[in-house]
């Protein structure tokens, strides 16, 4: 199982000191800093655990979080955090299958020991699914969404055959992989050919066999006049932000590589990118 941890909080300082303790801690961090990023993220990315406050802005946004993580990873465990909290709140979040609530100020030792015993626990099951999963029929689930996959990389992204096949054969590896996490097949595959289209794309840019402009228009799609507007949004951030794009979106560094080139801590690099597309979404929404 890999270990995975998802921040969300509306304080950018708990976001950023949880992500980076848990970097040093050789745990892999993401951030969200609302209910809408949180969201987006658990649709792209298995989270063993999630790490969320109460109230993000409101304790209503908080609640409506906690909603989505039952209803799209119903296996993540869930600790929640808050400043203030009734025993009434706190038996009612335990009953709706909450896995832990601590209360602000929690010391970080506290909350790595949560997070250690939960994705032990994690593992436990993991390891009893993947002794199930024996049973399952993978050649037949192959054959019923390999055409269906196959059109990702053909007709969204444009790839050539071949690397159309090579894509959609790493997928099937990862998946044979991490099945025993994986909840739903199907947009798991989706999902994961999508993401390794764009890295083939980015590797293509940084190796110069693909030009910038046209791999922007894998991402915003054909028409110029929607790979202007992304530049001219970009453009208006600052210049912070700007980086990051350039950096990760467009030559697809790591975040190790980036930290690197700017000087910014591991930790920290997620949540400002998170941020950063954050503000473009809404410029180009405007």
Partial sequence: MEKRVLIVD??????VGLSTFFEIKEIPAAGAFDCDGAVRMLGDTFYPVVIADLCLRTEENGMRLLEEIRGRSPRS??????????????????GDGVALVLRKPAPTE????????????????????EI???????EQLYLTVRQRLL???????????DSAEDVLQDAWLLFLQKRGLIRSAGPWLA??????????????????????EEA?????????????AVREAIAKLDERAQQLFTLIAFEGRSYEE???????RLGSIGPLYIRAKERLRKALEH
Avoid: K, W
């Avoid at 980036?258 to 910014?264: D, E, H, I, Q, W």
């Fill in 10 to 15: 509306d304080e950018e300082s708990i976001v």
């Fill in 77 to 94: 465990r869930v600790v929640v955090i808050s400043g203030y909290i009734t025993p009434e709140r706190e038996e009612q979040l335990l």
């Fill in 110 to 129: 506290a909350i790595l020991q949560a997070v250690e015993a939960l994705l032990a626990e994690i593992e436990n099951v993991a390891n009893e699914l």
């Fill in 132 to 138: 199930r999963d024996e049973q399952l029929d993978l």
């Fill in 151 to 161: 059109g990702v990389p053909r007709h969204r992204f444009h790839l050539s055959p």
């Fill in 191 to 212: 999902g994961t050919v999508a993401n390794l289209c764009r890295q083939h794309i980015d590797r293509s840019v940084r190796r110069g066999e693909v030009a910038e």
């Fill in 216 to 228: 922007m228009s894998y991402a915003v799609g054909s028409n110029p006049s929607d790979i202007l």
């Fill in 258 to 264: 980036v930290s690197a080139a700017t000087g910014l």
